[in-house]
T-cell receptor, first 115, second 113 residues
Framework: AQSVTQLGSHVSVSEGALVLLRCNYS??????LFWYVQYPNQGLQLLLK??????LVKGINGFEAEFKKSETSFHLTKPSAHMSDAAEYFCAVSAMDTGRRALTFGSGTRLQVQP | KAGVTQTPRYLIKTRGQQVTLSCSPISGHRSVSWYQQTPGQGLQFLFE???????NKGNFPGRFSGRQFSNSRSEMNVSTLELGDSALYLCASVAGGSTDTQYFGPGTRLTVL
């Protein structure tokens, strides 16, 4: 079984500042890792994913994340926050033993961007 | 290419009733998964269908069921609704490969009174 822990249910940054959203996972088998974003009254949009290969993953809208197996982490970063980044962000994991398409989500981090 | 479509977008039911939600995946996608999102429990996997067969199921009671048709459209059904079933129900479709991206629909907001 897998689990995901997102540290910080709310994160506030100033426009132009670094965005860092933390995600730690637990999995007994090699994981697939994902970051999704959800805007109010909308579904989830994939920002980026790690399956295999390069551990630094670049996604849409300037976001990137690094898979660190030794730290069981997959933190999401963006060098410069924009007002349009304000949303809720979810880290998710899946693994072969429970089905690659059965995502286990973290509890989410709401990002607020201050002008 | 049209995205994942979910109908209806909003639904109000009373306790004890049953409800059916529909999901049309992206054209060509053969796998559909369903998730429940609530403020208390967050996002939880319900089940996955591939080529009309349930391939995986989350930890939900038997009141929650689903099916997939030959055109890959999927429905989920909740019988004997409880107040706690109030949630956003999200559907996701995938082309078929294990590393393919899951594309989510906008969800159906179910309110149980």
């Amino acid at each position: 079984a897998q689990s995901v822990t997102q540290l910080g249910s709310h994160v506030s940054v100033s426009e132009g500042a670094l965005v860092l959203l933390r995600c730690n996972y637990s999995s007994s088998v090699p994981p697939y890792l994902f970051w999704y974003v959800q805007y109010p009254n909308q579904g989830l949009q994939l920002l980026l994913k790690y399956t295999t290969g390069a551990t630094l993953v670049k996604g849409i809208n300037g976001f990137e994340a690094e898979f660190k197996k030794s730290e069981t982490s997959f933190h999401l970063t963006k060098p410069s926050a924009h007002m349009s980044d304000a949303a809720e962000y979810f880290c998710a994991v899946s693994a072969m033993d429970t089905g690659r398409r059965a995502l286990t989500f973290g509890s989410g981090t709401r990002l607020q961007v201050q002008p | 290419k049209a995205g994942v479509t979910q109908t209806p977008r909003y639904l109000i039911k009373t306790r004890g009733q049953q409800v059916t939600l529909s999901c049309s995946p992206i054209s060509g996608h053969r796998s559909v998964s369903w998730y429940q999102q609530t403020p208390g429990q967050g996002l939880q996997f319900l089940f996955e269908y591939f080529s009309e067969t349930q391939r995986n199921k989350g930890n939900f009671p038997g009141r929650f069921s689903g099916r997939q048709f030959s055109n890959s459209r999927s429905e989920m059904n909740v019988s004997t609704l409880e107040l706690g079933d109030s949630a956003l129900y999200l559907c996701a479709s995938v082309a078929g490969g294990s590393t393919d991206t899951q594309y989510f629909g906008p969800g159906t907001r179910l309110t149980v009174l």
